[in-house]
């Protein structure tokens, strides 16, 4: 049996980078200020950011920490869900669904002076999509939404709740399939500093 959940709406990419100042400078010098930005970006949500890693480290010596990565789409009337069960529409009822408040905070601890978290989101119309093969009877009651409320990141008043991951009978997909940054329009980065 083939299982097929394709999330579609307002797509929200997130990383938290762990820099320091000597780092932004180096990458700015190295790489120039747009190329830059867009290296920590692909870094932060791209889909191929281990390239990226490589081409900074053998640049300056250095690995970006990434202590925070997501993707997913938001919670809004925007959101659609298709369930698909051997290539045919499969009509579902409510999902039930589990929320992490994320805290830049978090990711911060340990911080000397000069480090910074840097903030690298982009934004757009996107898709999750995912696939699992398995032999049992399926059940609609096994799929469990993975959310990630970003409200004190994006400072938002109130729940912004981001869809990052399905799980079907406690198991992420075989196949997942993120919106990897392109169509997505990026945000400048935003520093933090401890």
Known sequence: MKLDITLVGNYHALGLLRLNRYTIKQGVQSFGSRRWTEILNGIAYGPQ?????????????????????????????????????????????????????IRPEKFMTGFRKNDMLCECKASGIGALKCRWEFDEEFDER?????????????NKPKAFEVVTMVTYDGKQPDRLVRDGGEGLTPSAPVYRIS
Do not use: H, W
């Open 49 to 101: 950011p281990e390239n990226l890693q490589q081409a900074v480290e053998a640049a300056l010596g250095k690995r970006v920490e990434v202590p925070y990565s997501g993707g997913g789409v938001l919670l809004d009337d925007q959101f659609g869900m298709e369930v698909f069960l051997d290539n045919e529409e499969y009509p579902c009822g409510n999902v039930d669904g589990t929320s992490r408040l």
């Open 142 to 154: 096994k799929i469990r939404l993975e959310y990630d409320d970003l409200r004190e990141v994006l």
